[in-house]
């Protein structure tokens, strides 16, 4: 018996996937979390097989509740965590697979697929949907360049976002109007594929966009 540990912040998204699955012989839905940090304790607590996780979750995101379930991996017990979100975005999907997700499915992906992802993982192997294995391949073909195209100012904002500050600080900073501020933080969004100041600056982080002096642009 498979046992399905199952977190969306959406309640009619997980009743819809819980009928779904326990009708599946083999499968056994022993907990439903509504956001990361639920998640992540219910994971520590139940011991299921596999977690399904969806990626834009309150308080906690998906790739940060992964993280940290997959952390304590030391334990044989530990279960593995399969993504099962809307979004397909390249970041998106590396940051969930450097997290240590064993797969990443869509919830557009037949019923048929979605099982075997589970029971792929559940065995200790990898499920990737079509389209997701696409892209992670083109991804590492054509890797993006460190900065992703960011503008010297788009990295002057992200920088006094990453120190703390709110858009209006970050105006008065920069000698801009507050709506421009929001402009640049729309298109570093847009660029980086996130939707989040959180993430926004920690991906600029792991790619090395905001190392160095700030940007001589006012």
């Known amino acids: 018996m498979i046992r399905?540990?199952?977190?969306?912040?959406?309640?009619?998204?997980?009743?819809?996937?819980?009928?779904?699955?326990?009708?599946e012989p083999g499968f056994d839905v022993v907990g439903e979390a509504a956001d990361g940090g639920e998640a992540t304790a219910l994971a520590a607590e139940l011991r299921p097989d596999v977690v399904l996780m969806d990626l834009r979750m309150p308080r906690i995101d998906g790739v940060a509740a992964t993280s940290r379930i997959v952390a304590a991996?030391?334990?044989?017990a530990v279960p593995r965590v399969l993504i099962l979100t809307t979004y397909e975005s390249d970041d998106q999907i590396l940051a969930a697979i450097e997290a240590g997700a064993s797969g990443y499915l869509l919830k557009a992906?037949?019923?048929?697929?979605?099982?075997?992802?589970?029971?792929?993982?559940?065995?200790?192997?990898?499920?990737?949907?079509?389209?997701?294995?696409?892209?992670?391949?083109?991804?590492?073909?054509?890797?993006?360049?460190?900065?992703?195209?960011?503008?010297?100012?788009?990295?002057?904002?992200?920088r006094l976002v990453a120190a703390g500050h709110g858009n209006k600080r970050i105006a008065v900073e920069l000698?801009?109007?507050?709506?421009?501020?929001?402009?640049?933080?729309?298109?570093?969004?847009?660029?980086?594929?996130?939707?989040?100041?959180?993430?926004?600056?920690?991906?600029?982080?792991?790619?090395?966009?905001?190392?160095g002096g700030g940007s001589a642009e006012r």
């Open 4 to 23: 399905l540990l199952i977190a969306d912040d959406h309640p009619v998204v997980r009743a819809g996937l819980a009928g779904l699955l326990s009708d």
């Open 73 to 76: 991996r030391g334990d044989a």
């Open 109 to 158: 992906a037949p019923r048929e697929e979605i099982v075997a992802g589970i029971r792929s993982v559940a065995a200790g192997q990898s499920a990737l949907s079509p389209s997701v294995a696409v892209r992670l391949v083109e991804r590492m073909r054509h890797p993006e360049p460190a900065a992703s195209a960011l503008t010297p100012r788009e990295i002057d904002v992200l």
């Open 175 to 211: 000698g801009i109007g507050e709506s421009t501020v929001k402009t640049h933080l729309l298109r570093v969004y847009d660029k980086l594929g996130v939707d989040s100041r959180t993430r926004a600056v920690t991906l600029a982080l792991e790619r090395g966009v905001l190392g």
